[in-house]
């Protein structure tokens, strides 16, 4: 079988990088969203050395994250726990959620797909 076409549709974790467009860039992370689906946003998130993102929960949304490189930990409402590259992470409607880069020196490269449009 002879395969043809762009991977526009395929992706490999171990190497990817989401093209997408900067939604938040300052001195905790990069934030990229790729839209091309319909209903369901790709995201992308650089978080450096010793940052946390902004905890926050989303009424009427659900997030899986996928942790690509780097190690640090995640907050679900009251349990923390460690992730590394290779973990996923299940976050139900309205549970509070955050992430923080446990190392010094190398960044937290995680992917997290959410149904619909961005909440803030």
Same mark, same amino acid.
């Given at each position: 079988m002879k395969i043809t076409g762009d991977k526009k549709h395929f992706l490999n974790l171990a190497k990817f990088k989401v093209?997408?467009?900067?939604?938040?860039n300052d001195d905790r992370y990069v934030?990229?969203?790729n839209t091309t689906l319909k209903d369901l946003v790709l995201s992308s998130?650089?978080?450096?050395p010793k940052k946390e993102t902004s905890g926050h929960n989303h009424s009427g949304?659900?997030?899986v994250?996928?942790?690509?490189?780097?190690k640090g930990e995640m907050q679900l409402d009251d349990e923390k726990f460690?992730?590394?590259s290779g973990d996923i +992470? &299940?976050?139900k409607n309205n549970?509070?959620?955050? +992430? &923080?880069?446990?190392?010094s020196e190398e960044k937290l490269y995680f992917v997290c797909v959410l149904h619909g449009a961005r909440h803030s």
């Open positions: 093209d997408g467009k900067v939604v938040k934030v990229q969203d998130t650089d978080l450096n949304q659900e997030e994250y996928f942790f690509v490189s780097g460690l992730v590394d +992470v &299940l976050v549970v509070f959620h955050k +992430v &923080l880069n446990t190392s």
